[in-house]
Every structure is written in structure tokens, then in C-alpha cells.
């Protein structure tokens, strides 16, 4: 079955630091997202992604935070200079257009950031 | 906002019991989706009810929407310990985002 993988699964940064996480949606998928989670909090939206560019943001997603399908497989969530308060975990999703469940979204199974 | 808000917080049932958690939302919907994740790992899609739908079934899950009162639940007949997870309603507005509630944290106990 089709999945979404993420990488790394775990990444322990110093305060500061630039920080890439790695998600390969499935392949037929045209929409992309990534969610965070903080230990025990809610799953919030940070961006969606369709048809090369973002389509949506939210508030947390500031100028330091970035997206990028570099090539045409990989989807990429870039923080340039991490925060502590960055430390959470990012969970990857992608949604096709077709189905019985149009409106799906596939997660992936999250890239645990630690920032030091 | 339209963010759902699931109720309870928490909820520990016996084996064999059946569990109900709602979710209230805020804004007009197109679908209403509930997602289930394990400590730890990634969320896994559970169901998914339109706004035109008042009540769908997938195997031991049935879920509701009142559109009236901005309401859903999702009850899952004869749990079993295997079901014990943090269960997330989402809402969608349109062909964009999903906004996740804080979801119900449920246990079942053997």
C-alpha cells in the first residue's frame, strides 16, 4: 500500500541552526502538507503546497519557516534558524484528487525535532 | 476558526464497551474526516462524512454529523484494547487544509 515516508525520524539540532526535513508523498498525490504537534497538544497546520507553490499558510509559519518539491518527489520543510520552541513533532500528509474518500489525507509517520 | 473540538479529553472504558467521543466545530464544512494516532506515530484516517451525510458506518465505527449543531461523534462498538489511542476530528472548508481538534485520548482497559 502507498505510504508517505519521512526523514529523519529524529533530529536533535543546537538553537539557531538551519534544519531540513524530508518527506516523499505518494506518488500520484497533488496536494501536500505539513502539520506540527507539540508533546501532547493539538495537530496544527502549518502550510499546504499545490501545484508548485503554497497555497495556504498559517500564522506559525513565518519567514523562517519554508517549503520546497525540489524534484518532482521529495517535499521539503526547511527552519532557518531554529527556536526552542520548534521542538515538536512534523508530520508530512498528502491528498489525491480521486476516490471514494476525496479529502483523505495520508500522513507519514512524523520527523521528531529536538532543539537544544 | 473552524476548528473542531472533540469531548471529552479523556475517556477509559472496559474491553467490550462501547465508546463515544464528540467534536463541535465552528464554521460552515465541506466534510468532517475522525483520525486515529497511536503514542507517538503519525495519524491514520478513520472515516469521512460529508456535509450533506447524517450518518456513515465503516466496521465498528459509526459516525454522525448534525450540520445544524455543528456536531459529529464517532462511536466505536465492542472496543477492544487494541483501540486504545487519540482519536481527532478535522474539518475542511474547501480543497485546502484540515483543522484538527485537540482530540480524545482514549483507553480501554482489559
Redesign the interface.
Known sequence: EPE?TQTPSHQVTQMGQEVILRCVPISNHL?F?W?RQILG?????LV?F?NNEI??KSEIFDDQFSVERPDGSNFTLKIRSTKLEDSA?Y?C?SKGLRGP?T????????SRLTVL | SQQGEEDPQALSIQEGENATMNCSYKTSINNLQWYRQNSGRGLVHLILIRSNEREKHSGRLRVTLDTSKKSSSLLITASRAADTASYFCATAKGAQKLVFGQGTRLTINP
Not at chain 1, 41 to 45: D, H, R
Not at chain 1, 103 to 110: A, D, R
Open positions: 508517505v496536494y502538507y502539520y497538544q493539538k495537530v496544527e497546520f499546504s499545490y497555497s495556504e513533532m508530520f500528509a474518500n479529502g483523505e489525507l495520508f500522513f507519514g509517520e512524523g
